[in-house]
């Protein structure tokens, strides 16, 4: 379905007032990139769980976690670093959003579940790498379709639509509850 011209705008405009808002205090901005790198760092950590705590030295942790990377394909780390990045943002916003209008919202449970599906979508479940495999789902992730990438582009889905909702709730000033 497309959409008029002045609504799209009108999302657009309250997207960027509520990111001028947020992210006008570098604390949110922080929230933002600590969310970011846990996913990041417990999507390299928990496969590899017994190499990091099992008293290997400092250089070694860092050549697994570089290596990790290397082999996973393309897909997953730009989804990995997407989804993270998205969920970052959702959880600075809903931060503020609870903060400052003290309210749940149905876009703070929509967007708890973009986090969480996130978190474990974005890895390569058919090696094994990530939260997925961690939890019991590799298998399941790699006998769907497209070997759960479906489930990585419905996380970040879900990121995409609590960031909106997020946003229009900030923007449109709602009285504080």
Known sequence: MLMKKGKKQQIISSLLSAFREVYRTPFYFVVMLSVALLIIVLNVIIPNFSLYFGGSSFSVLWQIFKGTFATVSTFFIVTLLLSSFLAGIVASLLVYHLRYLKSATP???????????????????????????????????????????EISVLGI?????????????????TCRA
Not at 122 to 128: F, I, K
Not at 158 to 172: E, N, T
């Open 157 to 173: 889905r879900f990121l995409i639509l609590a960031i909106f909702s997020l946003a229009r709730k900030i923007s449109v000033k």
């Open 107 to 149: 876009a703070g449970a929509q967007g708890f579940g973009g986090v969480i599906i996130g978190a474990i979508a974005p890895t390569c479940p058919s090696c094994g790498i990530g939260l997925a495999a961690a939890l019991g789902f590799g298998g399941f992730f790699a006998s769907l379709p497209f070997g759960g990438r």
